[in-house]
């Protein structure tokens, strides 16, 4: 098939639109030196940030892949009006300001919170830790998680289920053989824009977990504690979080390239 | 029904256009002011702005830093009010500012929550607060409050400033950060000016000896290019005069005239 060609007013458009997002960050490549950089990955606070930043990360998509794959499932297999009430508050953290969040999450688990009291009882106090880091990117970034993972799995024809259960498969076996490698291209979508968004997260850190290098200080935190003083190591912070998260985006998009590839080998 | 509301949208745009402001007659200045001027600032404008009638203060607050990168890139602005002179240096060595006049002084505090009942009572209980906010060293306020510690640990001894340092759980991009961590009840105590300590009913103000307190000094700096220098000129010298440097004594600043 000819791919359809593009009005060239649309394409003017779109040039524009991919310029205005990509010049920024050329931008930045090209308003840093080696000097600076060399300055700003033996800065005292890149290291621990960096480290930081990658596994709060990750620890943060891995909780919202184990709770959010069976709640995309639930969302895309049940038609009730709790369901669409459930898709709609799981939305929610998408639209709010990440500083509300953050309020949100001290009026939650703070000392002064809903649970906070009780928590304190068993010792467990969570502003101010890793804990409170991976907690304010879970909220920011499952709900991207569950979105595409809900649009994956309502692509599945239910009719392919139904016949690898009369084929003898217990409706597991169906799920985890049928079901998730069909849908596992959208799950990884979702888990890498659930990655990046965690990797950037920023407002409801700030709040909740606060900014202590080599405890809570994230790149993004980093990123505005060197503003503070020298915004040529900002930029260098910058540079570095921006090619994380594009290794990110990319490695985990090229899994549903590798699962096809497995696949069709197979066949 | 077409028609009528076609009318309607007439006599809207009309009034609309009678009942905006006549540019006119009102002389603006734009005024770059570090965070901690924030309540400071406010009630200095709108007591000008009552006196002098038809000049209008317009006023962008961020941390000093920030301000300073945003003239840097050519932000168009009449005067830069610093909570760090450090920053006025900078942009009058690369010949962006000028005329650089001290306005105010300020000093630290350390502020507790109200509603918690085992906050610090006194300023050597400092040491037993579980949960010490501060600035980071890179803002002003950190700066500060590093100096604040070594003066300490000369009075105090060393012991009493390394048992803060380890119960410092955060340290806040800027000043109303740590205000508010106090002011929300997560942290035991914190670190501010004395100028964010007096304008907040949520904390009390726990006084730092004075032979170990640190002096902050607040200039202006008048931009290069600013378009309304005139005003600019009144607004800094009511700041200056008896009537300006006492609304800054109520918020809790020192007056630059004794």
């Given at each position: ?267 | ?63 000093s830093q920030t301000l300073r990168v945003q003239i840097e890139q050519g932000a168009r602005a009449d005067l830069f009010a610093s909570a760090n ?120 103000a726990i006084p730092i000896p004075v032979e170990s307190n640190v002096r902050a000094e607040y200039s202006f700096a008048r931009l290069r290019d ?33």
């Amino acid at each position: 098939m000819k791919p359809t060609r593009t009005l060239p007013v649309g394409l003017l458009f779109g040039w524009v639109l991919l310029g205005v997002l990509v010049v920024p960050f050329v931008a930045l490549t090209v308003s840093t030196s080696p000097e600076s950089v060399r300055s700003g990955i033996t800065n005292e606070m890149f290291a621990p940030a960096l480290r930081l930043s990658l596994w709060t990360s990750f620890v943060s998509v891995v909780l919202a892949a184990i709770g959010g794959t069976p709640l995309a499932w639930w969302l895309a297999t049940t038609r009730s009006r709790a369901a669409h009430t459930v898709s709609l508050l799981v939305q929610l953290p998408i639209v709010m300001p990440p500083a509300v969040v953050g309020i949100a999450l001290l009026e939650t688990f703070g000392r002064q919170g809903v649970l906070g009291p009780a928590l304190s009882l068993f010792g467990v106090s969570i502003p101010f830790t890793a804990t409170a880091v991976v907690l304010a990117q879970v909220v920011v970034a499952a709900p991207f998680y569950v979105q595409a993972a809900s649009n994956a799995f309502r692509e599945i024809d239910p009719e392919t289920l139904r016949v690898a259960r009369t084929l003898g498969a217990t409706s597991r076996i169906a799920w985890s053989r049928v079901a998730l490698p069909i849908a596992l291209p959208g799950l990884a979508v979702g888990a890498s824009l659930a990655w990046a968004r965690a990797l950037g997260e920023f407002g409801a850190t700030l709040l909740f977990a606060g900014n202590l290098t080599g405890r809570t200080q994230t790149m993004p935190l980093a990123i505005l504690s060197a503003l503070e003083a020298d915004i040529g190591l900002a930029v260098v912070f910058s540079l570095a979080l921006a090619l994380s998260a594009l290794l990110v985006l990319g490695a985990l998009q090229l899994v549903p390239v590798a699962v096809s590839r497995r696949r069709s080998q197979r066949s | 029904m077409l028609r009528s509301s076609w009318r309607f949208g007439i006599v809207l745009g009309l009034g609309c256009l009678a009942c905006a402001p006549e540019s006119d007659d009102v002389e603006e200045i734009h005024v770059f002011a570090a965070s901690s001027l924030t309540d400071a600032l406010q009630s200095l404008a709108s007591e000008f702005e009552q006196e002098e009638e038809g000049l209008e203060v317009v006023l962008s607050f961020a941390g000093s830093q920030t301000l300073r990168v945003q003239i840097e890139q050519g932000a168009r602005a009449d005067l830069f009010a610093s909570a760090n002179p450090d920053h006025i240096d900078a942009l009058v060595a690369d010949e962006l500012v000028s005329d650089v006049q001290a306005f105010a002084f300020n000093s630290l505090a350390v502020v507790v929550p109200l509603a918690r009942s085992n906050a610090p009572e006194t300023f050597e209980g400092l040491v037993d607060a579980e949960r010490i906010v501060v600035g980071h060293p890179n803002a002003p306020i950190g700066q500060y409050t590093l100096e604040l510690l070594s003066n300490l640990e000369r009075r105090h001894g060393r012991d009493f400033v390394e048992r803060v340092r380890s119960s410092i759980v955060s340290e806040e991009t800027n000043v109303r950060l740590v205000r508010a961590k106090v002011e929300v009840g997560e942290a035991d105590a914190g670190i501010v000016y004395r100028s964010d300590a007096v304008s907040s009913s949520r904390v009390r103000a726990i006084p730092i000896p004075v032979e170990s307190n640190v002096r902050a000094e607040y200039s202006f700096a008048r931009l290069r290019d600013a378009p309304a220098s005139d005003v600019a000129t009144a607004f800094v010298a009511f700041v200056l005069s008896e009537r300006g440097q006492r609304v800054l004594e109520l918020q809790g600043f020192a007056a630059v005239r004794p």
